[in-house]
Every structure is written in C-alpha cells, then in structure tokens.
C-alpha cells in the first residue's frame, strides 16, 4: 500500500520551477504564492523531476527543459485521439476546468480567485459568474421561509406580535 500523507501540501509555482516557462516572467507578483495541493498530487509531480534531476514539471525526451510552444504542439497532436475533447481544446482550458472545478465544489468567488490569480474577484466573476448556481432561487426560498414564519406568528400570536418581533 502506497504511503499517503495527511498533512496539507502547498506547491510553490517559482519562475522556472515546474510551471513557468523561465523565459517569460510571471504577470503579477500573486503569481509567487503557493497553491495548496493534495498531498498524492504532490507526490506525483515530484516525480518528473526526480526522475530527471530537471527543474520542470514537463520534460523531453532526454530531461530537457521543453518550451510552452511544444508543450502546445504536442497536445494539439494528441488531442486528436481523445474522442470526448471538444474540437480546438487548448491546453489552456485545463486552467478553466481547474475553475469550474471548483466553482461546482462550492468554493466561493474569493477562494476561486486566488487559486487562478486573478487580481480581483470581478475578473473571476466576469468570466466564470455563469458556472456559479442561480441565486434567485435561493433568495425567493429565503423570502419564502421568512414570509412563512412571520405569518405562522401572526397566525399564533396574533398582527401585534410583527411589531414586537421586528427587529431592524
């Protein structure tokens, strides 16, 4: 049986470490945090790099570092073979299942903001606000709930109790 710690993991996504092609810098300095993984998830990205004593999560063939234009190449070319892939499925819509993930979850907005680094939650509601479940409902049962119970006390207790009851 595979070891499977408990503790809570946090990966540090560093330019040049794993994600960021060390080229490019990073768009904002948020980029910098940590992103708190699973523990078995971190095992296994440990094991590209260890393998290959590579400081990429994603290697060629000999351990090299490989750029984000082949990374993008070789998915195209692969995609293919996926039947369930929607037509043009860049590897960049990982990045929007990672949100709708978590959006179906139940993370709040401020919580999916900061995992994808946006620098405000109107971005993350801006583009991601449709996956979150309709509101409206969920407010008429509220209205609903409170509607009831304030007439099952007039109901009991009679109209003069609204007015004790009431409280700004």
């Known amino acids: 049986m595979p070891y499977r710690p408990k503790q809570r993991v946090d990966v540090l996504v560093r330019h040049g470490l794993g994600i960021q092609w ?19 998830l971190a095992l296994e990205l440990n094991r590209v790099p260890q393998k290959w004593g590579s400081e990429t999560l994603v290697v060629g063939a000999f351990g090299r570092t490989v750029s984000p234009y082949r990374i993008e190449e070789e998915f195209r070319r692969v995609r293919v073979n996926v039947e369930w892939l929607p037509d043009g499925f860049r590897i960049h819509d990982l990045r929007h299942y990672f949100a709708s993930l978590l959006i179906h979850e139940g993370l709040s907005v401020k919580v999916v903001q900061a995992r994808l680094r946006h620098s405000s939650a109107k971005t993350t509601l801006d583009t991601y606000g449709h ?6 409902e969920s407010a008429r ?12 006390t007039v109901r009991t207790q009679g109209p003069e109790s609204l007015v004790s009851s009431y409280t700004p």
């Open 131 to 136: 996956l979150w479940p309709d509101t409206d």
């Open 22 to 40: 060390p080229a490019e810098p990073l768009k904002t300095d948020e980029s910098k945090n940590a992103i708190p993984i699973p523990a078995e």
């Open 141 to 152: 049962a509220a209205i609903a709930k409170a509607f009831t119970a304030r007439a099952d």
